[in-house]
């Protein structure tokens, strides 16, 4: 979740820079949590609909931007008779692939693959990178921290992905992987990574 104003708007045009989205065209915020993101993107296409799971923060995400669609709904059971659409241009995650591990990546990019329209890109952005683990739990005691909270079951951060790893999952599902790295500009920049997808053709 973008930390402030500053990383709202570096991550935003990280978002469209990579989408460029038109106009014309239907986009995905997956797991738009309060709809902060979605705010700054909507304007730049023809229809977005904003998705997560959080009642409440649907709730308040559509008192944010009453113009804007919003569905209750777990991003990895979506389909286009949910969403009310006959394809999807676009999608974007913001900030939340790290809760998911390979087997619901795998059920999110099988739906999408269903709706996908033939330019379909999905952007994810900030995903922890498991080669820079260090950069983040830079402290014995700080690492230390993180595999009790682990152990414990209460790590918010709960999947470190590599590239590879990424990559792999993607083309079993249809799709190809590019990684991003990020501008150091970005808050977490140190640890996480971005990815681009696209439809194999
Ligand atoms: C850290 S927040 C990020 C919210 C927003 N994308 C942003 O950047 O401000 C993560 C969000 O992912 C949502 N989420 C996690 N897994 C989900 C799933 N499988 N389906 C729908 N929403 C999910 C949570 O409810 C939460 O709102």
New binding site residues.
């Given amino acids: 979740?973008?930390t402030g104003q500053a990383d709202l708007i570096t991550t935003s045009e990280a978002i469209l820079s990579a989408l460029r989205p038109s106009p014309g065209e239907i986009v995905l915020d997956l797991?738009?949590?309060n709809g902060?993101?979605t705010e700054r993107i909507a304007p730049h296409c023809g229809r977005l609909i904003g998705?997560?799971?959080?009642e409440p923060?649907i709730r308040i995400a559509r008192s944010r931007i009453p113009n804007v669609e919003f569905v209750v709904a777990?991003?990895?059971m979506i389909d286009g008779k949910l969403l009310g659409v006959d394809r999807v241009d676009a999608a974007y995650l913001?900030?939340?692939f790290h809760?998911f591990d390979e087997a619901?990546a795998r059920k999110l990019l099988t739906q999408l693959n269903f709706i996908a329209g033939p330019k379909f890109r999905l952007f994810l952005e900030s995903i922890p990178d498991i080669a820079r683990i260090k950069a983040h739990y830079h402290t014995r005691e700080r690492m230390a921290a993180f595999q009790m909270r682990k152990a414990e079951g209460t790590e918010q951060i709960e999947n470190w992905w590599s590239a590879k790893r990424l990559d792999a999952v993607a083309r079993a599902e249809g799709f190809a992987s590019e990684p991003r790295m990020q501008g150091a500009d970005r808050v977490n920049s140190h640890y996480r990574f971005d990815a681009l997808l696209r439809l194999l053709t």
Avoid: H, R, W, Y
């Fill in positions: 979740m973008p797991c738009c949590g902060l993101v998705i997560d799971f959080s923060l777990d991003v990895t913001a900030f939340a809760n619901k």
